[in-house]
């Protein structure tokens, strides 16, 4: 995830949480809703505070967990396919929907770096969902794989905290967010 997230400039919204009900892939938001016919229309999580446990495999491997509070703006400015998705650095990005949810293949420029991801995100968006990515870095860095795979498992556990915004993290007990 951090892999496709590196290719947007643009950072995750903050904002204030509300109880605003989460749009599900019933209930198209209003530019959605104005989409040509045909036009896949994205599963959103639902509002509230999600836990995601990341495992990265590939090179040194990560293991992290996080939690993220998700509003309507959260959910749309850092989705589960990443900011990259309508970043000026991807010169392509199609999704296309697949059983239980949606496959979605990207090709994006880091500096010198050309990083192709196909990512496969399944699940309940209300409830849980998961998300597993194959990436490939060309050039790849010094001591690094060209290839990696990434697997997140994101859960719902209630209404966000007191205090904790939109667009808000903790991860290893380090708070993220304005």
């Not at 530019?31 to 995601?52: C, D, N, Q, Y």
């Not at 495992?55 to 900011?83: E, I, L, N, R, Y």
Request: hydrophobic fraction near 35%; proline fraction near 8%; aromatic fraction near 4%.
């Amino acid at each position: 995830l951090a892999l496709t997230a590196g290719c947007s400039k643009k950072p995750a919204a903050t904002v204030a949480s509300g109880g605003a009900p989460a749009a599900t892939p019933s209930e198209p938001t209003a530019a959605e809703a104005k989409a040509p016919a045909g036009a896949l229309i994205m599963p959103h999580r639902k509002v509230g505070l999600w836990s995601m446990d990341i495992d990265t495999a590939g090179g040194p491997g990560v293991k992290m967990s996080a939690q993220m509070c998700v509003d309507a703006s959260t959910d749309k400015d850092f989705a589960w396919h990443g900011p990259h998705s309508q970043s000026k650095d991807c010169e392509k990005t199609q999704m296309h929907p697949s059983l239980g949810g949606v496959t979605f293949d990207s090709t994006c420029r880091m500096g010198s770096r050309t990083i192709t991801t196909h990512g496969v995100v399944s699940g309940d968006f209300n409830k849980a969902y998961d998300v597993n990515l194959t990436t490939h870095i060309d050039p790849t860095q010094p001591g690094m794989p060209a290839d990696m795979k990434t697997s997140m498992k994101a859960r719902w556990l209630g209404p966000c905290p007191e205090g904790m915004k939109g667009g808000h993290m903790t991860m290893g007990g380090v708070k993220i967010g304005r």
